[in-house]
């Protein structure tokens, strides 16, 4: 472990799969209807059909999550973006280990790593900030320290010290957090202060989920250029949703995760999703979003996959019946040949 901090951390996801159940029509004999192992080569598809049955029969399955892979690498930001319903934010819930995927792995520099060693390596900031109001941004910061952090006193007040002035929030020091009820600092600073309780043992993971909402325009560029600086200073893996991103922060990804209905449309930078568009004949109009007009995209990019994917999968009936044509021609031009010199 001590190694991943060193050198950083690669996250890649392979083939995540995730399915729930609501409680109205969960299927309650489940368990039973598995098919048994076969030993022969169709015993994979025979159960992928069962569970396929057992899915389409029981309308309370949900398939929030649809064979997702992707990497995520260390000095970089990975921004996942996607309509509402996408499953950004259950992918980012099951790399924090809170959720468990019935399929697939999350490997860190291509080793498996078990959920308590991830959350030594991470820090998962939700999208709601759960902090107390009445303690100042001080005491907060040092809350955290005290319960993360195996440190004397003084150290631990260096660490918090160092940490405030990293997040701009000086000037707040000893002002309370606040909420609707208690004056407190801005939002802004409030997410400043949820992304320090979740980075002061320094993690070299950094998960978010949303950073950006409920923010201003100004506010919420502030929060992702401070979180490029955190990745390409201290070499952390930053992995994030946002919701409409402007063009600046666009600019700030390092690449872009595009979901839609639980699959990946696009993973790579933002210059390959333009270029990628571009080939399937939808051209970026001027003085428009990228990630918003991908977004808009979604059902014809949809639909060019689902076509390509056809075209690659079908099999070559005709090459394969003009062969056998052609070979059927040249034995009929042999037997006939053989017939003439027997003459």
């Not at 396929?52 to 992707?70: M, T, Y």
């Not at 666009?250 to 390959?272: C, D, I, P, Q, R």
């Not at 690659?312 to 009936?317: A, F, I, L, Q």
């Amino acid at each position: 472990m001590q190694q991943m901090k060193m050198q950083g951390c690669e996250v890649e996801a392979i083939g995540i799969n995730y399915k729930i159940h609501t409680n109205k029509t969960e299927h309650p004999f489940k368990i039973f209807s598995k098919s048994p192992q076969l030993d022969n080569a169709n015993g994979q598809e025979i159960e992928e059909e069962e569970e396929a049955r057992v899915e389409k029969s029981c309308s309370g399955v949900r398939h929030v999550l649809k064979n997702v892979s992707f990497q995520a690498r260390p000095w970089e930001i990975l921004a996942i973006v996607g309509p509402s319903g996408a499953g950004k934010s259950s992918l980012l819930e099951i790399l924090a280990g809170k959720h468990s995927p019935q399929k697939g792995s999350v490997l860190l520099n291509q080793k498996p790593v078990d959920k308590s060693q991830f959350r030594k390596l991470s820090g998962y900031v939700t999208q709601k900030d759960t902090l107390f109001p009445l303690l100042t941004v001080e005491e907060t910061m040092m809350f955290s320290a005290k319960l993360r952090l195996k440190l004397p006193q003084q150290q631990l007040c260096s660490r918090v010290k160092s940490l405030i002035q990293e997040l701009g929030l000086d000037h707040v020091a000893g002002t309370r957090i606040g909420d609707d009820r208690v004056r407190g600092i801005s939002g802004g600073e409030r997410r400043r202060v949820s992304i320090g309780v979740e980075v002061i043992h320094d993690p070299k993971v950094l998960i978010l989920d949303e950073p950006t909402s409920g923010l201003d325009s100004t506010s919420a560029l502030q929060i992702i250029d401070m979180l490029k600086v955190m990745a390409e200073t201290r070499g952390r893996t930053i992995i994030l949703s946002i919701h409409q991103p402007g063009f600046r922060i666009v600019k700030l990804f390092n690449s872009l995760l595009l979901l839609a209905n639980g699959s990946v449309l696009h993973h790579g930078t933002a210059e390959l999703l333009s270029l990628n568009l571009r080939l399937m004949g939808l051209e970026l109009p001027l003085h428009v979003n990228l990630v918003e007009f991908a977004i808009d995209s979604i059902d014809i990019i949809q639909q060019q996959q689902q076509q390509q994917c056809q075209v690659e999968t079908e099999p070559p009936r005709r090459l394969l019946g003009t062969m056998q044509q052609k070979k059927g021609g040249d034995d009929g031009q042999q037997q006939q040949s053989g017939e003439s010199k027997s003459d």
